[in-house]
């Protein structure tokens, strides 16, 4: 009883303040979640537009895809780019990785028949300032720009200006630049193969 | 833990911009200091979310100084900045998205920031609430202001630029240079050399 006396006598301000921040934090986060999501879903769709010019607006097709990745599973939104006279222009969904630092959420985009990438845009990462965060910068990015959806290799040298499935990674950072390429391997073939067997493209 | 003398509130506020300046004269802060200033922007507002977690921080510790077991201080400490720290992440989240994604982890990293939990240790924990508060504010100004000015040193040099306005004549060529981590390094450097010989001077 004494020993339970004295671990309450010694820790009771630590718990109640535990408890009181926890129910501040708590306050904070749900008054200011619907800003932040729709923050996120405007940098979503922004990303998106930049990525698939031609598109007007965006459909999900796709919700919650599940893809495997080693002991996880991560799940992927799909989202169709439609022009105004209704046509699709392109596919895009959201896929991430381990980088160096943190996790690397990316927004990645087909051309319409899944052959093609399109580009990607950097939608989360933690990466180091000044190296590993230029896989933000275009040198490294517009490699992807007309990539096949082919299983991509990392280059630490090349032209970066040849399109085809080698990626010349950025110097200085090689983790973040190989985080990048298996973000696009994990997720870009799986992605097309569970598409085409929901039917939605062939 | 408890009140030795009430010290004077005029001294107490200025003492953060030039005689304890946290960054000048304490050299804390120095990840920051050297990581968000490449801009005037992104200074500003590490500066505002640093005055932001001090002054909150030092009034919760002020207020609990007199419950608070020497072993456990620490503790209490960084769990009291690490609220604080993350409620003004979240407000940096919500409304000022994109400067939210410019400063990217530094903004969690003020929990790690020697001059919060040193604010919170030297004076806080030792002092009343008017006191703690006016020490915050000093403080977090005078951080703000060492900020401010590195930043809109390197700016200038970098881009030719003020918070986006041309402040150069069209014939001045950036320093791409002071724009890059090696840029905060050597202004900061000039900058406290040029304090110290002050500070010899005036002593």
């Known amino acids: ?202 | 833990m408890s009140d030795i003398s009430t010290p004077a509130l005029g001294p107490t506020f200025t003492a953060g911009f030039w005689k304890e300046n946290p960054v000048l004269r304490l050299l804390l802060g120095m990840c920051p200091t050297l990581a968000v200033t490449a801009a005037l922007k992104p200074a500003l507002t590490m500066g505002c979310c640093v005055i932001f977690v001090l002054t909150c921080s030092n009034i919760v510790v002020s207020l609990m100084r007199n419950l608070l077991k020497p072993h456990l201080r620490i503790l209490m400490f960084t769990l009291t900045i690490a609220t604080f720290v993350t409620i003004a992440d979240l407000i940096l989240k919500a409304f000022a998205a994109d400067m939210s994604a410019a400063l990217g982890p530094y903004v969690p990293l003020i929990i790690v920031n020697c001059i919060i939990i040193c604010r919170a240790e030297a004076c806080a924990s030792k002092n009343g609430l008017v006191v703690s508060v006016i020490d915050a504010l000093g403080m977090g100004l005078g951080f703000t202001m060492t900020l401010c000015v590195l930043a809109g040193i390197r700016e200038v040099l970098s881009t030719g630029k003020l918070m986006e306005v041309s402040v150069m004549p069209s014939a001045f060529v950036p320093w791409a240079a002071m724009g890059m981590p090696v840029g905060a390094f050597i202004t900061l450097g000039l900058m406290l050399g040029l304090v110290n010989i002050i500070a010899k001077k005036t002593s």
């Open chain 1, 1 to 202: 009883m004494s020993k339970v006396k004295f671990f309450i006598e010694q820790s009771w301000l630590l718990i109640v303040a535990a408890l009181l921040f926890g129910v501040l934090l708590a306050g904070a986060q749900t008054g200011l979640n619907p800003r932040i999501k729709a923050n996120e879903e405007k940098k979503l769709s922004d990303s998106m537009k930049m990525l698939i010019t031609d598109a007007n607006h965006f459909e999900l097709v796709a919700e919650d895809v599940e893809i495997p990745t080693g002991k996880k599973v991560v799940l992927s939104d799909v989202y169709r780019g439609v022009t105004q006279s209704g046509d699709i222009a392109g596919y895009a969904f959201i896929a991430e990785g381990a980088g160096f630092a943190d996790k690397i959420r990316l927004v990645i985009a087909t051309d319409v028949g899944f052959t093609r990438y399109m580009g990607y845009k950097v939608m989360f990462s933690n990466e180091t300032p000044g190296f590993g965060d230029k896989v933000k910068n275009d040198f490294y990015s517009q490699q992807y720009v007309g990539a096949p959806i082919q299983r991509l290799e990392l280059a630490k040298a090349g032209d970066n200006l040849v399109i085809d499935q080698r990626i010349v990674a950025i110097s200085g950072a090689t983790v973040s630049s190989d985080a990048v390429i298996k973000i696009f391997n994990t997720f870009g073939r799986k992605i097309k193969s569970q598409l085409q067997a929901q039917g939605v493209i062939q």
